[in-house]
């Protein structure tokens, strides 16, 4: 993986030490679905055991595909359920929590010690936490001056320091999420080695180990994350509040259909052609979906224009990821928009399932990268 919390989950969890024996999972519980990996390691691979979704909304009775926000227990209900579904045997669970729970910074500070960065940036952190930081779990790591090759999966020494500054990751997590998410696994009866903020795990999943700048763009059900890593590090982040949902509430607007039936038609053609409707029913089925997207696409040309402006970088490479990245038709859509190389995420490519489930994976993949990003992880603590 790219960069990992490794101190910030010891705070969380007190993380467990030493090697995890048998099976693991990755579990990532989204605004729509929850999703879970279970991997074992075996001669240095990572065999892919078992995998599953769920759809959150019946909990809530609301329709697949809604975004909903279930009390602790009635996550752990769905959560009880998927395990079933999906056969998982394994108890330890490397859980995600969400971006949109999280607050990532990057904070440019005078040069100093350790010392007299423990006392600053508690300081410093109110200008950017729009709540007392006793309410919030606290990590930060300086950023390596040089980037080093090795900024992967470690927490920055003392001589990485900037000649006349220094950035710092700063990163804050609510105790109260903490908390819900505790309640969640221990309710499952799931043992949790750590939790991670989602970023960090579709990096290990999604990412090569490439010195270049990357754009990835997460399209969730509620939301779309962007942030723009290099060499491991996270550079610039954004949230839109647009995703899944919002294309499949256009589509059943301009259709006049229901939402399951728009959700349906939209995870089965998107902005693919399909003989099943008329031309001017497959316009007006692209123009709707296109609505969100382009929102979407410009607001992603922002955070390329914004990370160029402060860096003096150009991004030449973009990874489509989350659930709506297997959008049919995305690809070339994005490819004319953006002005990079663009790739959907494939995290099972880094993990050994049988050959006939290559197309299904590759598929369902992008809804995937938290998950998988997760259990790599847990293989390796």
């Not at 382009?294 to 003096?312: C, H, M, P, T, W």
Request: net charge neutral; glycine share 8%.
């Amino acid at each position: 993986m790219a960069f990992s919390l490794s101190s910030l989950t010891q705070k969380l969890t007190g993380a467990l030490k030493g090697g995890t024996e048998g099976s693991v999972i990755g579990v990532d519980i989204g605004a729509s679905s929850a999703k879970v990996v279970q991997l074992r390691s075996a001669h240095g691979a990572a065999i892919l055991e078992t995998y599953g979704e769920i759809a959150l909304g019946p909990y809530n009775k609301e329709a697949i595909g809604k975004a909903v926000k279930l009390s602790p227990e009635k996550t752990s209900e769905a959560l009880l359920d998927l395990l079933k579904e999906a056969n998982v045997t394994a108890k330890s669970a490397c859980v995600s929590i969400p971006f949109s729970s999280s607050l990532i910074s990057m904070l440019d500070l005078p040069k100093s010690d350790p010392e007299q960065l423990k006392r600053m940036i508690p300081i410093e952190a109110r200008k950017y936490i729009p709540m007392q930081v006793s309410e919030v779990m606290l990590d930060w790591f300086v950023i390596p001056s040089d980037e080093a090759d090795n900024a992967f999966d470690r927490v920055q020494e003392k001589s990485a320091i900037r000649a006349k500054g220094q950035e710092v990751l700063l990163v804050a997590i609510h105790n109260d999420t903490i908390r819900a998410y505790q309640t969640i696994t221990s309710t499952a009866g799931l043992a949790v080695p750590f939790y991670e903020i989602e970023i960090f795990s579709v990096m290990r999943s999604s990412l090569g180990h490439g010195v270049a700048p990357i754009l990835v763009i997460d399209l969730g059900a509620a939301t779309t994350k962007m942030y723009v890593v290099e060499r491991g590090i996270i550079r610039v982040t954004h949230l839109v509040t647009a995703g899944g949902q919002g294309m499949t509430e256009n589509l059943a607007r301009s259709m006049g259909w229901e939402f399951e039936k728009a959700e349906r038609t939209k995870r089965e053609r998107g902005l693919s052609e399909s003989t099943a409707y008329s031309a001017d029913e497959n316009d007006k089925i692209k123009t709707s979906l296109l609505s969100t997207l382009e929102r979407i696409f410009s607001e992603a040309d922002k955070v390329l224009l914004s990370y160029g402006k402060r860096y003096n970088k150009d991004v030449s490479h973009c990874v489509l990821t989350g659930g709506g990245a297997s959008l049919p038709g995305l690809l070339p859509f994005a490819n004319q928009i953006l002005h990079a190389q663009i790739e959907i995420a494939n995290p099972f490519g880094r993990t050994e399932a049988p050959a006939f489930l290559d197309d299904v994976l590759k598929e369902i993949g992008p809804g995937f990268s938290v998950s998988v990003g997760l259990a790599l992880r847990g293989l390796r603590q």
